[in-house]
């Protein structure tokens, strides 16, 4: 932001009291001296430059508003910025656009990018229910999928995928420290409320759909969210197999390159029915 001139010139009056030498040269206190008419004429130009280069840079900046870039970052941010039940209107810069913002209408709340080597675009989303992804119902995929059409760029193929999570069932064998851990039931012998490992299973699960959302799910880590507990001595994964809701057979992961797999819905759940308390053994360490 532009300083004013008289600024720009005080500026320099401070500099010259600061140095020891000029402090004691330039001394005089009227205007019509000469190092004060050389400070005004430099705060005069200056001051002119720092007007000229701020129109520059809004100029830029209005330009760099005006132009959309569907980078994987902008699908993101778009695919959040969804308003079930508004109007896109044409702002000042020919773009489509909310207005006003309405936060309360924002109703995806995880979404993830997937561009191919032929540009084509996946859009994975999901809204939240008592925190938890869940899928977008038939009628707010549908204006979700005319708000994609509306902004995106012709000619871009775009898939949208609202799916409930992908299916999980995993296995566990775990040593314990006995003095912590309940070896025939997997409670904290201080708070028979708790059982920790199921808690870690779980607890991954929920941050892998907050901080990983579409992302690629790894057994290593998993693993790790076990072995971190407080009691645990050392786990071993026997089973961990997923599939896509509804769909096919279940994979398994463990014999899978890199013990990975890409979530097809972009988040993960234990299966129906699964009973996560019975695969997990415990042993005394």
Same mark, same amino acid.
């Given at each position: 932001? *532009?300083?004013?001139?008289e600024q720009i010139f005080q500026n320099l009056i401070t500099r010259k009291n600061a140095d020891s030498v000029l402090s004691l040269i330039l001394t005089s206190e009227s205007k *019509?001296?000469?190092?004060?008419?050389?400070?005004a004429l430099y705060a005069d130009v200056t001051g002119d430059f720092e007007l000229t280069f701020d129109a520059f840079q809004a100029r830029i900046n209005n330009l760099l508003d005006a132009k959309q870039v569907q980078t994987s970052a902008w699908w993101r941010r778009s695919s959040l910025g969804f308003q079930l039940g508004d109007a896109l209107s044409t702002n000042a810069s020919g773009n489509l656009v909310y207005n006003p913002v309405v936060a309360a209408n924002q109703i995806v709340k995880r979404a993830a990018v997937i561009v191919t080597a032929a540009g084509n675009i996946t859009l994975k989303v999901a809204k939240l229910q008592n925190n938890l992804p869940v899928p977008l119902i038939s009628s707010e995929n549908s204006a979700f999928r005319e708000y994609v059409n509306d902004i995106g760029p012709a000619g871009v193929v775009v898939t949208i995928v609202s799916e409930t999570g992908d299916e999980i069932r995993v296995a566990v064998a775990v040593e314990v420290d006995s003095q912590i851990i309940n070896v025939s039931n997997g409670q904290l012998l201080s708070d028979s409320s708790v059982k920790p490992v199921e808690r870690a299973i779980n607890n991954y699960f929920a941050t892998f759909q907050s901080d990983d959302f579409g992302g690629t799910f790894f057994a290593n880590k998993l693993l790790q969210n076990i072995l971190a507990t407080s009691g645990v001595i050392n786990a071993t994964l026997t089973t961990l197999e997923q599939k896509a809701s509804g769909q096919g057979t279940f994979t398994n992961v463990l014999t899978a390159s890199g013990k990975k797999f890409l979530t097809f819905a972009g988040y993960v759940r234990l299966a129906d029915g699964f009973d996560l308390s019975a695969n997990i053994t415990y042993t005394a360490g």
């Open positions: 932001m *532009a300083r004013t001139k *019509a001296s000469f190092y004060q008419s050389l400070f």
